[in-house]
Nanobody, 125 residues
Framework: QVQLVESGGGPVQAGGSLRLSCADS????????IGWFRQAQGKEREFVSA????????YYSDSVKGRFTISRDNAKNTVYLQMNSLKPEDTAVYYC??????????????????WGQGTQVTVSS
């Protein structure tokens, strides 16, 4: 089974940085593309970033491009989301999600089969 666990969230002031981690205890993590999504209170879940299973291609939503960086370390079964220059509008629960093996990245949450429980990021002004 794919079991994703997010960590690294917490309170931070505007302009600060956080690094989120998405770890998996399964055996197929290195063959799965990973996406990061977020959901603010009262709003729909939205795409943030994604990385291919090879790690050679990355994708970002326009709202975080230039501020966030996604990377992966398959030896550690972990994907990271480095978040810099955080803004209050970045406040949300952040989720990582995995696709089926060998599939490419997608910005649609419907294309991801496995989800973590989420980690809260709160950016204060």
């Amino acid at each position: 089974q794919v079991q994703l666990v997010e960590s690294g969230g917490g309170p931070v002031q505007a302009g600060g940085s956080l690094r989120l981690s998405c770890a998996d205890s399964g055996r197929t993590f290195s063959r799965r593309s990973i996406g990061w999504f977020r959901q603010a209170q009262g709003k729909e879940r939205e795409f943030v970033s994604a990385i291919t299973w090879r790690g050679g291609s990355t994708y970002y939503s326009d709202s975080v491009k230039g501020r966030f960086t996604i990377s992966r370390d398959n030896a550690k079964n972990t994907v990271y989301l480095q978040m810099n220059s955080l803004k209050p509008e970045d406040t949300a629960v952040y989720y990582c999600a995995a696709r089926a093996p060998y599939l490419l990245t997608s910005s649609s949450s419907d294309d991801y089969a496995y989800w973590g429980q989420g980690t809260q990021v709160t950016v204060s002004s």
